[in-house]
């Protein structure tokens, strides 16, 4: 039985695959997949049997939590 976080409804935009996440965010796939596996990116959903995507809001948001890097003068 899914939990009500995984099933909860997506707030906007699209479906991200694999490319466009490495794209937007700019970190390796190997990178992605072990801050996944470590809990600290956004969770995958099922798109179907063989696919898995994260929604675009996720991406934006994890992205948006980063923290600034500071510029030493």
């Known amino acids: ?3 009500p976080d995984e ?3 997506p707030r906007g935009g699209r479906f991200l695959r694999m490319p466009d996440v ?3 965010v700019g970190l ?3 990178t992605i997949n072990r801050l996944h596996r ?3 990116f956004p969770r995958k959903r099922r798109l179907s049997t063989n696919s898995i ?3 675009e809001d996720d991406i934006k948001d994890w992205m948006n939590s980063r923290p600034m890097v500071e510029q030493k003068a």
């Open 53 to 55: 995507g994260w929604w």
């Open 38 to 40: 470590l809990g600290q």
């Open 28 to 30: 390796s796939t190997a």
């Open 22 to 24: 490495v794209a937007s």
């Open 7 to 9: 099933i909860s409804t």
């Open 1 to 3: 039985m899914p939990t």
